[in-house]
């Protein structure tokens, strides 16, 4: 484990290793495999190990014809994955025999703006759902439902900090993710 976290951190970008959230998902890989496995994370996760590698996701995401252009943009023009997408947990929204992976787009110093909820099925992955938003953190509720927070900018914010965040619940309908709820919190 400490031979693959040395690996994984003498390949960063410099931004560091950031966990966030109540619970640790599991995010070691052998040091040879560059795939993503995740068996934890918050609320109803599926606990079946997932492996798809972020490479995987690339090509998934390039390929769908409805992708965001900002997304397909950046998306095309990055040459080390890892500096733009990072995994986030393994959940199971759709009530599925095959769990759904979190993956987030960012900046190079981590700065999350978009997300993407990705199937991974026997035929390979699968997007399911996006969204575009700044600062997002996404995980399952113990109902089964997709709960993203994101940080909005006021007007009179400085660059440095939003004052409010957005809490979204989205629920699998059968067919897609729809929106069932939005709060906006204002912070101190």
Not at 57 to 77: G, M
Not at 101 to 125: K, M, N, Q, R, Y
């Amino acid at each position: 484990m400490l031979l693959a976290l040395l690996t994984f951190t003498g390949c960063a970008n410099g931004g560091g290793l950031r966990v966030e959230g109540a619970d640790v998902p599991s995010t070691t890989a052998p040091a040879t495999s560059p795939s993503i496995q995740s068996s934890q994370g918050f609320g109803k996760t599926d606990k079946t190990p997932v492996t798809v590698s972020l490479a995987e996701v690339r090509q998934t995401l390039l390929a769908d014809k409805n992708l965001d252009q900002y997304f397909r943009t950046v998306l095309s023009k990055c040459s080390v994955v890892e500096r733009c997408l990072s995994r986030g947990d393994t959940v199971n929204v759709m009530h599925s025999a095959q769990p759904q992976l979190v993956v987030l787009i960012h900046t190079a110093d981590g700065f999350s703006w978009g997300g993407f909820l990705i199937a991974v099925e026997p035929a390979g992955p699968r997007l399911v759902w996006t969204l575009k938003a700044e600062q997002l953190k996404i995980k399952a509720s113990q109902q089964g439902d997709l709960v993203v927070e994101s940080e909005i900018f006021a007007a009179e914010d400085k660059a440095c900090c939003p004052s409010v965040t957005r809490v979204e619940v989205y629920r699998w309908n059968g067919r897609q993710m729809i929106r069932v709820s939005s709060q906006d919190q204002k912070g101190d």
